[in-house]
């Protein structure tokens, strides 16, 4: 079984900045992908960032120029850097890792609340 774990979410004022981590319980280099989702009240989970192993990226249009996703395997860790924070960012974002059997494992979720 796998746990991934982050960290990182707050409270922040529009135009601010925060450093989501999440960290694996065993090799990153065991997940073909790993990225990170969002969910806000009243809507449907979607994805922000994923990285695959190889390090090709992928963003949401609304988050492109501003959110940088990286992951460090040393450290069995995917980071989620934002930047020019949105009160429309505000959600509870989840980690996600795909191995390369395709079994996905989620994150408990850390809230990112965006407010002046």
């Known amino acids: 079984q796998v746990q991934l774990v982050e960290s990182g979410g707050g409270l922040v004022q529009p135009g601010g900045s925060l450093r989501l981590s999440c960290a694996a319980s065993?090799?990153?280099?065991?997940?073909?992908?790993m990225g990170w989702y969002r969910q806000a009240p009243g809507k449907q989970r979607e994805l922000v960032a994923t990285?695959?192993?190889?390090?090709?990226?992928n963003y949401a249009d609304s988050v492109k120029g501003r959110f940088t996703i990286s992951r460090d395997n040393a450290r069995n860790t995917v980071y989620l850097q934002m930047n020019s924070l949105k009160p429309e960012d505000t959600a509870v974002y989840s980690c996600?890792?795909?191995?390369?059997?395709?079994?996905?494992?989620w994150g408990q979720g850390t809230q990112v609340t965006v407010s002046s």
């Open positions: 065993r090799s990153s280099f065991s997940f073909r992908v």
């Open positions: 996600n890792a795909v191995t390369g059997d395709f079994t996905t494992y």
């Open positions: 990285i695959s192993s190889g390090g090709s990226t």
